[in-house]
């Protein structure tokens, strides 16, 4: 299998996530988005979206971090990393949505580029605009985590949930995000990075990050 990613990509994080917390080994090839190195034919000719992550699996290309997580999940079912009720499995498909469908897109590279070139939003503007949304998001998720978490953010075991938790965590730190009312969520993270196969799936850790 190969990844393609990008190391400060949060939706390529999740599935670096997932891959640890699987045990899976797999081939990286990085796209540099500051460069649009995304956008190239040949990428497209994988993603049709230009956008990353994507997996080239024995059966084909996979693209979208939460088709992609899933299918691992079914391809490699152990350990699991959804539970085992129905109700559970979509009360965390939920939590994970929240952050993939209502948070992270909003504060996307292109949508930023938008609201710079086509909006003239100033730096302080973007700020404020990414910080309303991922407080936003944060706050019902950590109410999600009050209702369903335990040592993780659904139950005592790591799984789908945490795979959108923990990216979504760093983006608010690279983007200054006032992250203190979100205890359960810090505590989380905090927990998951203490995992070493998942520390070692963190933006930093990869090859194509940028050096001091
Ligand atoms: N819903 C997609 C989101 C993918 C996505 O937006 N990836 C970002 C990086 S985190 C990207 O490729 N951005 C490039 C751009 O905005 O031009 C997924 O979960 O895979």
Sequence with gaps: MILHG???????????????????????????????????????????????PALETPDGVLTQSS????WLDEEYPNPPLLPAKTFDRAV?????????CDIHPLHN?????????????TPDQISAWIGHWISEGFAALEEQIA?????????DSPGLADCFLL??????????????????IRAIGAR???LAPVAQAHPD????????
Aim: positive net charge; contains cysteine; aromatic residues 10%.
């Design 205 to 212: 850790q990869q090859p194509d990050a940028d050096r001091p």
């Design 6 to 52: 990008y190391w400060r990509s949060t939706a390529s994080y999740r599935v670096r996530i997932a891959l640890a917390l699987k045990g899976l080994d797999c081939r990286q090839t990085a796209h540099d988005l500051r460069t649009g190195a995304h956008r190239a034919p040949s990428y497209r000719a994988l993603n049709p979206q230009a956008l990353v």
């Design 92 to 100: 965390v498909r939920g939590m994970a949505a929240l952050v993939a």
């Design 109 to 121: 590279l292109r949508v930023l580029d938008r609201l710079r070139g086509d909006f003239a939003a």
């Design 192 to 194: 998951l990075s203490a």
């Design 67 to 70: 088709a992609i997580i899933e």
């Design 147 to 155: 209702r369903h978490g335990g040592d993780f953010a659904f139950g």
């Design 167 to 184: 990216p979504q965590l760093y983006a608010a730190h690279r983007f200054d995000v006032d992250v203190q009312p979100f205890p359960l």
